[in-house]
């Protein structure tokens, strides 16, 4: 499954995928694929990085479990594949887009359109059992991506970090705000939306006039 990685990633992550925590975390990964129903399926565990080129990173939107339902998790935060009826989350960032934005709700919850223009779309946690939300995590994924965070804020400037959620905010302290922008709101599920915390935050709207400022071409959300 590790060698499904095409991207310019690959430097930093091949040196990851030789430490111990990870041959201990994979082992563990490789057993449940074999054991259980896991998603996203083995091809896409690492779709976050095929899809967004490191050269091209403006913008990173951090999730934190892939879906657990069947075939809804393409290894995207937050994403589905063509044709699979969008999740509330989902669902919710759409609307919030309509009205910051004024474009129509779209028709795909595939969010590799984002993933190509240079938004990485990271789960704190990579895998996940079929419907059980949670089971793969303190794994040692969380120690994997948080160390992709640190290396995106140390090798990089101006990228636009969308924090959202107590869970996702937790990570504005291994980046840089002296060279990051960050911004942070409630969750877009249901729970958090309709309490308030997460319509009108105008993330992607903020998200592009950062980037314009920045010089660097906006997202076409």
């Known amino acids: 499954m590790i060698k499904n990685i095409n991207s310019d990633w690959s430097s930093f992550l091949e040196s990851?995928?030789?430490k111990p925590?990870?041959?201990?975390?994979?082992?563990?990964v490789e057993s449940e694929y074999e054991t259980n129903t896991c998603y996203p399926p083995?091809?896409?565990?690492?779709?976050?990085?095929?899809?967004?080129?490191?050269?091209?990173?403006?913008?990173?939107?951090?999730?934190?479990d892939p879906y657990h339902?069947?075939?809804?998790?393409?290894?995207?935060?937050?994403?589905?594949?063509?044709?699979?009826?969008?999740?509330?989350?989902?669902?919710?960032?759409?609307?919030?887009?309509?009205?910051?934005?004024?474009i129509d709700y779209p028709t795909s919850g595939n969010l590799e359109r984002w993933a190509k223009?240079?938004?990485?779309?990271?789960?704190a946690t990579l895998t996940v059992r079929a419907h059980e939300a949670g089971s793969h995590q303190k794994k040692g994924w969380e120690q994997f991506t948080d160390n992709v965070i640190s290396q995106i804020s140390l090798n990089t400037k101006g990228i636009v970090f969308l924090l959202w959620g107590g869970y996702a905010k937790k990570k504005s302290k291994i980046i840089d705000t002296d060279k990051h922008f960050i911004l942070i709101s409630g969750h877009p599920s249901p729970l958090s939306a309709n309490r308030g915390y997460w319509f009108s935050n105008k993330h992607f709207s903020e998200t592009n006039s950062l980037l314009q400022r920045n010089k660097t071409v906006e997202i076409a959300w």
């Open 21 to 28: 925590y990870f041959k201990g975390l994979w082992n563990y």
């Open 117 to 123: 223009q240079g938004v990485l779309l990271l789960n």
């Open 69 to 102: 339902g069947p075939g809804q998790a393409n290894g995207l935060s937050f994403s589905v594949a063509d044709g699979v009826p969008h999740p509330p989350s989902l669902k919710n960032i759409f609307k919030e887009i309509e009205t910051d934005l004024g």
């Open 42 to 64: 083995e091809q896409d565990i690492f779709n976050a990085f095929n899809t967004c080129e490191f050269k091209n990173l403006k913008v990173v939107i951090l999730g934190q």
């Open 16 to 18: 990851e995928f030789n």
